[in-house]
């Protein structure tokens, strides 16, 4: 195999299986290769890779190492992309009532969905995350897309039982409106104890519903790594103080149909310096 040849394969490889240790060994022997070789092209890979800010991959040394792809968006592609989707989302026609957003087109278009998964990757890339939750039904997309740049499972809370899960755990949160309270359960066997949890979902107001994300996974005794949304609406008051998120509805008005949406604090939050 030409090293062009091989390049193009091994790049298909790692990008297949992010956050997975490889060990040169299994390049030798699948490409019939020398070590020396191999190492080569994994040092045209890496130079490839944080040229474009597109990725970083990461050398294990020893004799139980290798190398890791680690999904990535440079700075510049994180601003273009929080841009384009302010640019999507300042539209009259997406106010709904109760100062929400109507969201289902943009999480539902598989390039954006795709780059909101690796932005939201990227922030979290090195915080050792073992499983993503959201809650049902519309953070699930968003849920999938960074489990899988982060190669975790993710998990999905149900407001109503379902026979399918097997037995759960529950806890009663209040809503965002605050002005009820409400359920959600997920079965006993969706995290282990004391696993690392990422809460994605797609719209956060008062935080209710992140709260209770919060408060399961407390039942489950395992850890909240963090909390990242779509887009937050601005209140004064949250019940969630440490998360991040992509977009800030600043102000939103069913009746005058006025809206404004800003970029939320992603961009500042995450360290690039990786490249």
């Known amino acids: 195999m030409k090293r062009s040849e091989r390049l193009i394969d091994m790049t298909q490889y790692l990008l297949s299986k992010p956050h997975t240790l490889i060990s040169l060994p299994f390049f030798a022997s699948k490409y019939d290769s020398a070590k020396s070789s191999i190492s080569e092209d994994l040092s045209i890979l890496r130079k490839t890779l944080a040229t ?5 991959l990461q050398t294990i040394a020893g004799a139980a190492g290798g190398v890791r792809y680690i999904p990535f968006m440079g700075r510049v592609d994180a601003i273009n992309l ?9 539209d009259e026609d997406r106010i709904l009532p109760g100062g929400f957003l109507y969201l289902s087109d943009i999480i539902g278009n598989p390039q954006l969905l795709q780059a909101i998964g690796k932005l ?7 915080s050792d995350i073992d499983v993503v939750m959201t809650v049902e039904t519309k953070g699930a997309p968003i849920a999938a897309a960074v489990a899988r740049f982060l190669n975790v499972p993710f998990v999905i809370v149900r407001r109503k039982p379902k026979i399918t899960e097997g037995p759960t755990i529950s806890v009663n949160y209040i809503s965002s409106s605050g002005t009820r309270f409400e359920k959600m359960e997920l079965a006993k066997r969706s995290l282990k104890p004391h696993s690392n949890v990422l809460i994605v979902d797609d719209f956060m107001k008062g935080g209710g519903t992140i709260n209770g994300m919060v408060n ?8 909240v790594s963090g ?29 005058s149909k006025q809206i404004k949406v800003n970029p939320g604090n992603v961009i500042e939050r995450t360290n690039f310096e990786v490249f």
């Open 216 to 223: 399961l996974v407390n039942e489950f005794d395992a850890n």
């Open 82 to 90: 929080v841009e384009e989707l302010i640019k999507n989302v300042d």
């Open 52 to 56: 474009n800010q597109n990725g970083y």
């Open 227 to 255: 909390i990242s949304v779509l887009c937050e609406a601005k209140t004064s008051e949250k019940s969630v103080a440490d998360y991040v998120s992509l977009l800030n509805l600043e102000e939103v008005d069913p009746v």
């Open 120 to 126: 939201t990757a990227t922030h979290f890339a090195f």
